[in-house]
């Protein structure tokens, strides 16, 4: 049987979790105002058909170059949530970078956001795909995922450690080759260290936009993202007993500048 | 020097001692056995012994049209000495006994396809594979015929209606007719499976987990189109006692399953979940499995085979089970010869079976070649510097095949072709867009990939993760009208994610694997299918929408708006053949 430390709301008639209760303490120390250069919006994405292609967005009359590399990447037809901090760098593919970048595809079909713009001169930098596939010959080798490889033992000593998972706004979902592998990792120390306690706890954060108005994650993304990772923890072998599962009864409040931050699971390890 | 698809078996026959691949040997050895022979039987030792009908005149039925190479040869009585069974003389009638030899080969829509025993020859006699488990007289070889690569082809079928007038078992009523209601002496209540190779896959609504427990389905069913009955039935319809939706499939290619089943990583990137470990072997399932994956493991699968298609009382033992997954697992089907470009497996490209028994499964081929058994015939010659093809190094081809000066000006142009055919389907990209399954998963809409990308998996073509995906074969609008199927409108439920690109309504002639979820997501996800042996068992598709080879690529330059030219998708075509 899986140990699970409910702390919801269902069980305890109504009471916050208990680091749900912590949550507003943190929200006073993000930053008060927002830096000029952080963005926070909601747009069609634009796919610009290059060689290699490259995603951006338009907001106020600029374009951004919002091509996650790997993740999950923007999908015509859904409008994405663009969050991230304007870089100094060049802009790219005729959109200005930002650096972080997080862009996460909206729930909510849009079948308004259909455009395709020619290549137009445009070059795009090399975008590994989530195997780490180098497409074109010139273009710098990238680490490769090997689908299959089990992770073998860590060695000792083992320490308290944590691991943490991050999603996109509105969604549980691991894409491949990319966040399954801090879990793999996480899997692989567990079962090798045999810690004491694994906790899995999910978080949820809302997205206060540009514009002012506040993008609401779906009620029970925390425990979805909880549930998610500690399940995957238990296929890759972790007994469950093991696990405790605890979550966020309600999604931080969002500043416009961290946001995307908090939208994880958080699996902590203690030895 | 020029040669006859005849003289060129017989020019076989000399180079016995230096051949590489095993197969080679062994189809050269039967090609020379036969033709020392010279004799036209089938039933020669050593040969699949047929029974239920006499050996048909070659026919081609809905096919690709047999190159003007082959139909001379077939008119020759020499070509069938040589060791060539023709496609329904090898017709394997269930119980029949004897030897399902090592190895043959049987001529189909482009030349010959190749079958191995890895194991030896097979004795079927008692063999649950080949004998009916069952009441309707069926066995798994009844529709997973070897002259078929181990599905079976309309032709075929076409051919054992009129030789048994509809009483071979695989007509059976329960799926073998359009519905059981209908009387099933009439080619009409057959129509679906004589002019389409379809068979009726009826299941439960609403769906049901593995373990039985009923499941909470996103959506409604509505039947729009009935044209064959079933699904508005009192009997066998959705308003039935036991509420059935029927749904119209061809049947998968029973061989090369160690590709099929190899496990591919821990992880669905479907899902984004750790895949499903099987209990009794410990490992992991890849969910590629059957057109919907409604059973994971092909015990599993033969359990229900057995309960469904041969309508046995009980589910079969370990045993016997054990005896079906044990042929499964060991027999290896591809294309072995074309009558244009000649001989598949020696000379400059190692092809047919023998590659695929050397293959290793669960290799990622989409960047490194799906198929490196035809690369051989690769040249700068035949594929040039295509526009899109920058990606390739000039260098990467040497100028011309070993030996190209002795080929035939058919052979030249036929294997030019295919290798621009490939290298069309690993390199060329194009706009992937609006799929389900594929676009939703991380990857982006648009995804600007090749072919190769979906069609990943090394050998077979297949989608080395799990291959459930909405290419819009089923799904209206992006499928054809197909009038002879049903039409099902499905209503996702408020409270559910709609199908990310069809909305809250959806009409379909399958919902695919959402009939086993209960997912909008999954409505029209049809698990992908290996490329092998196409030119045996036509048509195409899980329902049979593509009566050629040709015509899958149509649908593809349709669905993706590729731009291929009328050399494209020859090309295409002529590659895909050969596999």
């Not at chain 1, 269902?10 to 916050?16: D, E, I, N, V």
Request: glycine residues 10%; neutral net charge.
């Amino acid at each position: 049987m899986r140990r699970i430390v409910l702390l919801g709301s269902a069980l305890l008639g109504g009471l916050l979790p208990l680091h749900a209760q912590s949550a507003p303490l943190a929200q006073t120390a993000r930053k008060p105002a927002r830096p000029a250069n952080a963005r926070s919006f909601v747009a069609c994405p634009i796919f610009r058909n290059t060689e290699r292609q490259c995603w951006l967005a338009k907001y106020k009359g600029t374009m951004y170059y919002i091509d996650p590399g790997t993740g999950y990447r923007p999908q015509l037809g859904f409008r994405v949530l663009v969050e991230g901090t304007v870089s100094p760098d060049p802009p790219v593919c005729g959109g200005v970078q930002l650096n972080p970048l997080h862009v996460s595809v909206l729930p909510e079909r849009a079948p308004q956001c259909q455009t395709i713009l020619p290549a137009g001169g445009f070059d795009s930098p090399p975008v590994r795909n989530n195997y780490g596939y180098v497409k074109h010959p010139g273009d710098p080798p990238l680490p490769r995922y090997t689908p299959g490889t089990v992770l073998g033992p860590p060695p000792p000593p083992y320490a308290d450690t944590h691991y943490t998972v991050y999603f996109t706004f509105d969604r549980a979902f691991l894409p491949e080759g990319t966040t399954e592998v801090i879990v793999e990792e996480a899997a692989a120390l567990i079962k090798a260290g045999h810690p004491r306690h694994v906790d899995v706890k999910g978080y949820s954060s809302n997205s206060l936009l540009e514009d002012g108005k506040t993008l609401v994650e779906k009620k029970g993304m925390a425990e979805a993202r909880a549930r998610l990772v500690a399940r995957a923890l238990n296929e890759l072998g972790v007994p469950s007993e093991v696990i405790s599962i605890d979550w966020t009864a309600q999604p931080l409040p969002g500043d416009g500048v961290n946001d995307a931050d908090g939208r994880k699971a958080v699996i902590d390890i203690e030895f | 020097m020029k040669t006859s698809p005849l003289a060129f078996f017989h020019s076989r026959c000399f180079r016995l001692g230096s051949a590489a691949a095993a197969v080679a040997v062994v189809v050269a050895a039967l090609l020379c056995a036969h033709a020392g022979s010279q004799s036209g039987s089938t039933a020669n030792a050593g040969q699949p012994v047929i029974q239920g009908g006499s050996r048909p005149a070659p026919s081609y039925g809905t096919g690709a049209p047999a190159p003007p190479q082959l139909r001379q040869a077939m008119k020759n009585p020499d070509y069938s000495a040589a060791g060539v069974i023709d496609g329904k003389a090898g017709f394997w009638v269930t119980g029949q006994g004897g030897s399902l030899p090592d190895h043959a080969l049987y001529n189909d829509s482009t030349g010959a396809l190749g079958v191995v025993n890895l194991r030896g020859p097979i004795a079927t006699e008692g063999h649950p594979f080949f004998t009916p488990l069952g009441k309707n007289g069926r066995a798994c070889v009844s529709c997973h015929q070897p002259a078929n690569g181990m599905s079976i082809s309309v032709a075929t079928l076409e051919w054992r209606w009129a030789e048994t007038k509809g009483r071979d078992p695989v007509f059976a009523a329960v799926d073998g007719s359009n519905c059981p209601n209908l009387p099933q002496a009439v080619a009409s209540s057959h129509s679906l499976l004589l002019q389409h190779g379809l068979f009726r896959i009826f299941l439960p609504w609403p769906p049901k987990a593995l373990d039985g427990s009923a499941m909470d389905p996103e959506f409604t069913i509505e039947v729009v189109r009935d044209p064959t009955g079933c699904n508005t039935s009192k009997e066998f319809g959705l308003n039935s006692a036991h509420p059935m939706v029927s749904v119209f499939r061809r049947p998968r290619i029973v061989a090369n399953l160690k590709y099929v089943m190899a496990p591919f990583g821990m992880w669905s990137p479907k899902t984004g979940e750790v895949l499903p470990v099987d209990p009794a072997t410990g490992q992991r399932l890849n969910l590629n499995l059957m057109t919907d994956n409604r059973f994971p493991t092909l015990e599993a699968q033969a359990t229900d085979a057995a309960l469904t298609h041969e309508q046995a009382d009980a589910k079969p033992d370990a045993a016997i089970l054990r005896r079906i997954v044990d042929f499964e697992m060991q027999i290896y089907a591809a294309q072995s010869l074309d009558a244009r470009g000649g001989d598949l497996t020696g000379g400059s490209i190692k092809a047919g079976p023998q590659a695929l028994i050397d293959g290793r499964p669960a290799v990622l081929g989409s960047h490194i070649g799906d198929f490196p058994e035809l690369d051989g015939w690769m040249t700068s010659d035949a594929i040039g510097r295509p526009k899109w093809d920058r990606n390739t190094p000039p260098e990467t081809f040497r100028a011309h095949r070993p030996g190209e000066e002795q080929e035939t000006a058919a052979q030249k142009k036929f294997r030019d072709s295919v290798a621009r055919g490939y290298e069309i389907f690993m390199q060329r990209d194009i706009l992937i867009r609006n799929v389900s399954n594929y676009n939703t998963i991380g990857l982006g809409n648009p995804y600007k990939q090749p072919c190769a990308n979906c069609h990943n998996a090394q050998r077979t073509g297949m989608d080395s993760s799990p291959g459930f995906m909405d290419l819009g074969t089923t799904n209206l609008p992006t499928a054809d009208p197909l009038p002879w199927l049903p039409l099902f409108k499905l209503v996702c439920k408020p409270w559910a994610t709609p199908h990310p690109f069809l909305g809250r309504v959806v009409y379909t002639h399958d919902p695919g694997r959402a009939l086993i979820t209960g997912k909008c997501v999954d409505i029209g996800s049809i698990n992908m299918q290996q490329f092998r042996g196409l030119a045996s068992r036509a048509p195409y598709f899980s329902n049979g929408s593509a009566k050629t080879i040709r015509d899958i690529v149509v649908y593809y330059n349709k669905r993706f708006t590729m731009g291929y030219t009328e050399q494209d998708i020859e090309d295409m075509t002529n590659f895909l053949s050969v596999l």
